[in-house]
């Protein structure tokens, strides 16, 4: 749900939907869930550098659909898709475009969100975490699902090793760097700033992330 960041973005005519807000902004460990309509371009900026922005989006009409990371490398075969190649939904349509990266990268389309096994394992139970976040965030729309699915983790520097091990390093996004993605249909979209404080995912502390939705 758009937080009060947003509110000056929005105006009200009776007889009409309000205006999608132009701006969001994600707080440090938290998430927000917002609509989009197709053609929408939405940009997803780091604003401090070195924070993880997870994203999910879900489709509700004609049918429960939401993007699948696996559906995505399949589809694309390639761990994460290059500018001008989409991410696809479960049943295998285009949800969003990636149109513009101006980051250096890498992304990450392997890890799942944080939860709070994670935490519980390094010794801190009840710790934010992105899992919770996404279903919060969904149902502020009033939406649900019977699971949460794998993100897309712009920003994070988790690239698979020559011996096949998975290692999460430290950010390499700076301060302002960003992605564009169109959105191919209607969709709903969560986006959190990762909660992982205790390793150097986030350059070790956590900050916020903007979204930019450009409409015509």
């Not at 392997?110 to 976040?133: S, T």
Request: proline share 12%; net charge negative.
């Amino acid at each position: 749900m758009p937080g009060p960041d947003s509110a000056d973005d929005r105006a009200h005519d009776p007889g009409r939907a309000a205006p999608h807000p132009s701006r969001i902004v994600v707080p440090p460990q938290s998430g927000r869930a917002f609509q989009v309509a197709r053609g929408d371009l939405i940009r997803i900026v780091d604003p401090q550098g070195q924070q993880v922005a997870d994203l999910w989006a879900i489709v509700t009409e004609p049918a429960l659909d939401w993007l699948s990371t696996a559906q995505t490398r399949d589809v694309n075969e390639r761990l994460f898709p290059v500018v001008g190649q989409a991410f696809y939904s479960a049943a295998g349509q285009p949800l969003l475009t990636l149109i513009e990266d101006a980051s250096p990268g890498p992304h990450d389309m392997l890890f799942p969100a944080c939860n709070p096994g994670l935490y519980a394992r390094v010794g801190l139970p009840g710790h934010p975490n992105c899992h919770d976040n996404f279903l919060n965030a969904l149902a502020s729309r009033g939406l649900a699902l019977p699971f949460v699915p794998d993100p897309v983790d712009f920003f994070q520097n988790s690239p698979p090793q020559p011996d096949g091990r998975l290692e999460v390093l430290a950010s390499l996004n700076p301060p302002g760097g960003y992605v564009r993605l169109r959105a191919e249909c209607d969709l709903t979209l969560v986006v959190t700033a990762c909660s992982i404080d205790f390793h150097p995912t986030n350059g070790a502390v956590c900050t916020e992330i903007e979204v930019h939705i450009e409409r015509d």
